[in-house]
Nanobody, 127 residues
Framework: QVQLVESGGGSVQAGGSLRLSCAVF????????MGWFRQAPGKEREGVAT???????SYGDSMWGRFTISQDNAKNTLSLQMTSLKPDDTAMYYC?????????????????????WGQGTQVTVSS
């Protein structure tokens, strides 16, 4: 079982920055896939950034160069640094995780693969 608790959302003007944090509570040390997702009103949930157990990261198309996912293993925290924010980035942001099948190193960005979800934190970007 994994528990995820997000924090750090808020309101910012276009061009500004925010840093989201996700506290990760789990009992095992097995490799885990982690990611950030977002959902805007009336839209489907989409992948923002993912991190594999080996530290490899990937991003949604519109996030490259603006968002950075990172983790602090000592603090059991997953973070998302967001810069150059745009009004289109306005959404509820979720931290999520799943354990990949044994021997599988790749982590998908498919929403349905993630089994554990935080409660979400709202990000609002005004123009």
């Amino acid at each position: 079982q994994v528990q995820l608790v997000e924090s750090g959302g808020g309101s910012v003007q276009a061009g500004g920055s925010l840093r989201l944090s996700c506290a990760v509570f789990r009992r095992t040390t097995s490799g885990i896939c982690m990611g950030w997702f977002r959902q805007a009103p009336g839209k489907e949930r989409e992948g923002v950034a993912t991190m594999q157990p080996d530290g490899y990261t990937s991003y949604g198309d519109s996030m490259w160069g603006r968002f950075t996912i990172s983790q602090d293993n000592a603090k059991n925290t997953l973070s998302l640094q967001m810069t150059s924010l745009k009004p289109d980035d306005t959404a509820m942001y979720y931290c999520a995780a799943y354990y990949p099948p044994y021997g599988v190193a790749y982590c998908t960005s498919r929403v349905e693969s993630y089994k554990f979800w935080g409660q979400g934190t709202q990000v609002t970007v005004s123009s």
